[in-house]
Nanobody, 117 residues
Framework: QVQLQESGPGLVKPSQTPSLTCTVS??????????WSWIRQAPGKGLEWMGA???????YDSPSLKSRTSISRDTAKNQFTLQLSSVTPEDPAVYYC?????????WGKGTLVTVSA
């Protein structure tokens, strides 16, 4: 069973560029046809897909966030990472990583990111 665990800075200041990491166990991020996504949920709002990296390393961006997100991976550590540039008061949310075989069957528990000066 694939398990995902998010980690991040928790509290960031406006204009900073935090990095969030998803550590994967029970499976490899290079397993064929698995896609590894970042999703967030702001208070009182629905889920927002932010982007993904495929088993092959191909990247998929959200059109609304494309200029602000950067997703990468470390296959040796079996991790993938999200950088979100220039955070604003609109960015506080619970950030999740998720994966599956052409779906998102597996989810982490999420990590809260708060933005405050």
């Amino acid at each position: 069973q694939v398990q995902l665990q998010e980690s991040g800075p928790g509290l960031v200041k406006p204009s900073q560029t935090p990095s969030l990491t998803c550590t994967v166990s029970g499976g490899s991020i290079t397993t064929n046809y698995y896609y590894w996504s970042w999703i967030r949920q702001a208070p009182g709002k629905g889920l927002e897909w932010m982007g993904a990296i495929a088993y092959s390393g191909s990247l998929y961006d959200s059109p609304s966030l494309k200029s602000r997100t950067s997703i990468s991976r470390d296959t040796a550590k079996n991790q993938f990472t999200l950088q979100l540039s220039s955070v604003t008061p609109e960015d506080p949310a619970v950030y999740y990583c998720a994966s599956g075989h052409y779906d998102m069957a597996y989810w982490g528990k999420g990590t809260l990111v708060t933005v405050s000066a």
